[in-house]
């Protein structure tokens, strides 16, 4: 039977072949309060070019498992890429010596395997050939270089991953997943005189090959080669504090970062972060309701199970203005006394999960965009966001702007460069006084505690009365 067939009976397959359930008995045999066991097979691809030579080409498939106890507050982690019986009971073995003796935790019987709705891919971008991939990168790479001479580095990066895993613990979950991603990106570099400045532009999400349907190589390098030159031509940013006008077309990159890591439950039950011990209060504008959610089709953040098998959920973590959840994962939630949110990642087998974001994002409003732009005099207009950096204790954020034009009398003027965006999250969600009634996406890989994990983020078009802009012109 292939995993296509019956995704179901192959799992359970799976697992009843590597002899889960007397995995778990003997990783729990000296004690402790939960075991889990993470297979995961992945199958990867990778292409770079830079300046027309092919500086990368991987692929292959890797197998593994993950075992894991809990213990009161601590937590013990194996791994082993030996996909047999006496391998994992060895892990087992192994695992059960890290427990504190105390009475045996009872293992719950599992039942057949949840699936779940799997977001599949139209083209599985493993059947797709080295020869097609290599065509998209260097189509791109031609677009770039033909925008404007004065393009001095195109790097076109291509990736594909097409994941399954099977997850079962000691309390009777016993699911499966399977994950097929695409990810595209175009990064230019532009030179004129003295003065260089960078173009860059990713899409992907949780889907195959027909991602370039919609987003072809070409269009996609030509947004990085416009970027590039329209920065490389635009005058330099103004400094100080002015209206800001953050587009839809910007992403969630201030959500995610000034706001998403320190509603994350372990910063915040740490006292990490700035919401520590804030739920019931208003943190943001009564205009603001924040959301996760990994149920949004083929974004890159979405699942159907999260890495402990809790199902994927969208999550009201603010609900307009006031603090309503964070986001947890299995040992969070227990701490808390609640339920998983379908928060726990992990970069791989060899990983621990941890609590992560998935899809972040602020709902959209009332307020025709159109509207916040006309009704601004003057200030910034933020197309686009570059790199960011949170300090999620106080939650003071700094972040470039990578496309950003002046307001003048409620109309874009010319561009600007070298912006960049400085407050405080909560204080900057209190201001926040006019939400649009669009919604746009972007996407990436979030690093946290040496572990990436895709996400989304996403806003509606936004305005803030008053920010810190900092540039070099006064």
Not at 3 to 17: D, K, M, P, S
Not at 84 to 93: E, F, I, K, Q, T
Not at 354 to 366: C, D, E, H, S
Request: negative net charge; charged residues 25%; aromatic residues 6%.
């Amino acid at each position: 039977m292939t995993r296509e067939e019956n995704f179901g009976a192959w799992a359970a397959g799976r697992i009843e072949g590597l002899g889960g359930e007397a995995a778990l008995r003997k990783a729990l045999s000296a004690g402790g309060d939960m075991a889990d066991l993470f297979f995961e097979e992945a199958a990867t691809a990778s292409l770079v070019l830079e300046d027309g030579r092919l500086e990368k080409i991987l692929s292959g498939v890797e197998a593994g498992v993950g075992l894991r106890t809990i213990f009161g507050d601590h937590q013990a982690l194996a791994s082993t890429s030996e996909l047999d019986r006496a391998a994992l009971l060895d892990l087992a073995g192994t695992l059960s010596q890290a427990v504190r003796r105390g009475e045996p935790a009872l293992l719950a019987a599992a039942g057949r395997p949840g699936v779940g709705p799997r977001y599949l891919a139209r083209v599985r971008p493993e059947t797709v050939g080295l020869e097609a991939k290599v065509d998209l990168v260097r189509r791109a790479e031609a677009a770039a270089r033909g925008y404007d001479g004065r393009i001095r580095q195109v790097r076109v990066t291509y990736g594909d991953r097409a994941q399954v895993v099977v997850i079962l613990n000691s309390e009777g979950v016993f699911c499966a997943d399977e994950r097929i991603s695409t990810l595209f990106m175009v990064q230019v570099v532009a030179a004129d005189g003295g003065v260089v400045q960078v173009g860059y532009e990713p899409v992907g999400g949780a889907l195959g090959f027909e991602l370039f349907e919609e987003h072809p190589p070409e269009a996609v390098a030509l947004k990085a080669a416009e970027r590039a030159i329209l920065m490389l031509e635009a005058e330099e940013a103004p400094g100080g504090p002015m209206p800001v006008v953050l587009s839809a077309e910007a992403g969630g990159t201030m959500i995610h970062e000034a706001v998403g890591h320190g509603l994350e439950a372990d910063l915040a039950g740490e006292g990490l972060s700035v919401y520590t011990g804030r739920l019931g209060e208003e943190v943001a504008s009564p205009l603001i309701t924040v959301l996760d959610d990994a149920t949004l089709p083929y974004r890159r953040g979405s699942f159907t199970y999260d890495d402990e098998g809790a199902p994927a959920q969208r999550t009201v973590l603010i609900e307009k203005g006031v603090l309503k959840s964070y986001m947890h994962d299995w040992r969070s939630a227990r701490k808390a006394g609640l339920g998983s949110t379908g928060n726990g990642r992990r970069m791989s087998f060899r990983h621990p999960p941890i609590v992560r974001m998935t899809n972040t994002l602020i709902a959209p409003g009332g307020t025709d965009p159109k509207e916040i732009l006309a009704t601004t005099d003057r200030g910034l207009f933020v197309r686009k966001m570059g790199g960011g950096q949170v300090n999620t204790v106080n939650g003071d954020f700094v972040f470039e702007v990578s496309e950003g034009y002046l307001i003048e009398r409620g109309e874009l003027g010319p561009a600007v460069r070298g912006a960049t965006l400085t407050g405080q999250g909560p204080e900057i969600l209190q201001q926040i006084d006019r939400v649009g009634s669009d919604l746009g996406f972007a996407i990436g890989t979030c690093g946290k505690d040496g572990q990436g994990a895709p996400v989304a983020d996403a806003q509606p078009t936004i305005r803030l009365p008053e920010i810190i802009v900092g540039g070099r012109k006064v």
